[in-house]
């Protein structure tokens, strides 16, 4: 039997050999979860020994990553903004940029006092960013939607591993609120343009839905949607939190430009680009 100081050694040439980027971290993030363990624990197991079953498991997974399955679909969870959150075929994999939205947009909702206010967050995927919303902020009512019912599905479950208490809903954007106003509106909507989408990493293009990233021509499909027919969902003063592409800066605030709309704003990510987008209703 080897021990988990032999494996890692073998399992990161396996990848690095292939290509993998990030070999040994790869390595350890899949041996700590084929072991139940957290990653820095190998390092106080290192001579434990590991059985069949795991050795098998662990190469299952090898297989999975050289064929350029992303790690986060073979672990099949990940750790966002407070909340322990399931990702399969069905959803995207929740970014680290959006983290980053969800505290910006928590900062802000925590402003006013949220008793009785309802926040929707559209195009929700995996449920990520209203739960970690609804988990930072109690009080508020939240409600998720998307398109996808194998994705609300996801997001179902993810409500009920975190125990907390939203609403999930499946239709094309605003479909599912017919004739109800909302306080606060949130969304990472598809804004990948065709072009970019035949350049991305295949990591991406082979594995995530590509309805979770295509938007048009210019990317800018969903914003033209919400620009047009928001106004009417929104009580008054309400506030909008859209993530947009790194490049999309100036394009959204042509399309988000003049009445109703106000106070728009662009926030960045840790590298500098803009992939934030506030906005109010008068
Ligand atoms: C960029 S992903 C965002 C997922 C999640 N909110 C996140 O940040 O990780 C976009 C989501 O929009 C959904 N979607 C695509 N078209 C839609 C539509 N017309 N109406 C509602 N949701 C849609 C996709 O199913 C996908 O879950």
Not at 54 to 79: Q, S, T, W
């Amino acid at each position: 039997m080897k021990t988990i100081a032999e494996i890692l050694p073998l399992a990161t040439s396996y990848l690095a050999e292939r290509k993998i980027d990030r070999a040994r971290r790869s390595a350890e993030e899949l041996l700590a979860f084929v072991l139940g363990v957290k990653r820095l624990d190998l390092y106080l197991q290192y001579d434990r020994p590991l059985i069949e079953t795991e050795m098998e498991k662990m190469r299952a997974c090898l297989v999975r990553r050289i064929k350029g399955e992303p790690i986060e679909y073979i672990m099949g969870e990940i750790d966002f903004y407070g909340c322990r959150i399931e990702v399969g075929r069905d959803v995207l994999i929740p970014r680290q940029e959006t983290e980053i939205f969800v505290d910006l947009a928590v900062k802000g909702i925590r402003q006013q006092p949220l008793e009785g206010r309802v926040l929707w967050d559209l195009c929700s995927g995996s449920g990520c960013i209203g739960l970690g919303i609804k988990r930072a902020c109690p009080e508020l009512r939240v409600v998720l939607s998307d398109l996808s019912p194998r994705a609300m599905a996801v997001a179902e479950k993810n409500k009920i591993k975190n125990h907390l208490d939203v609403e999930c809903r499946v239709g094309d954007l605003l479909q599912p609120f017919l004739n109800e106003k909302a306080d606060f509106v949130i969304c990472n909507p598809p804004y990948v343009s065709t072009k970019e989408y035949e350049e991305i990493d295949s990591s991406v293009r082979d594995f995530e839905p590509s309805m979770a990233l295509l938007a048009g021509k210019r990317g800018a499909d969903f914003y033209e949607k919400l620009s047009r027919e928001l106004p009417s969902f929104l009580n008054p003063q309400a506030r909008v939190f859209l993530e947009i592409g790194h490049a999309q800066g100036l394009l959204v605030q042509e399309i988000f430009n003049g009445p109703p709309w106000r106070h728009l704003r662009l926030e960045k990510d840790w590298a500098g680009h803009d992939r934030f987008f506030f906005l109010e209703i008068e």
